[in-house]
Nanobody, 125 residues
């Protein structure tokens, strides 16, 4: 079974910084992409940033130039460095990992995506 553990959320003043991390563990054969999404009450979930196995990245328009996504392949961990935070960044941030799980006998299983439990980020004005 694959599990994602998120950390790094909290309360910060506008203009401050936070760093989120998401570590994947369990029956993993390979990771295809990792990313962060966020959601607030009354709004649909939106993409914040994503990074593929080859290193290419994608950012939501509202965070470009302020947030940076990175990964440590050896640790199956993805990070989100959030700088110049704004009150509108307040949301629950959830990690998403698209991977190929490890089946019995070390055989590659199916490709599937998994979600973390969510980390609350609150930015005060």
């Amino acid at each position: 079974q694959v599990r994602l553990v998120e950390s790094g959320g909290g309360l910060v003043q506008a203009g401050g910084s936070l760093r989120l991390s998401c570590a994947a563990s369990g029956s993993i054969f390979s990771i295809n992409s990792m990313g962060w999404y966020r959601q607030t009450p009354g709004k649909q979930r939106e993409l914040v940033a994503a990074i593929r196995s080859g290193g290419s990245t994608n950012y939501g328009d509202s965070v470009k130039g302020r947030f940076t996504i990175s990964r440590d392949n050896a640790k199956n961990t993805v990070y989100l460095q959030m700088n110049s935070l704004k009150p509108e960044d307040t949301a629950v941030y959830s990690c998403n990992v698209d991977l190929t799980y490890l089946a019995g006998g070390g055989v590659a299983g199916k490709q599937h995506d998994y979600w973390g439990q969510g980390a609350q980020v609150t930015v005060s004005s």
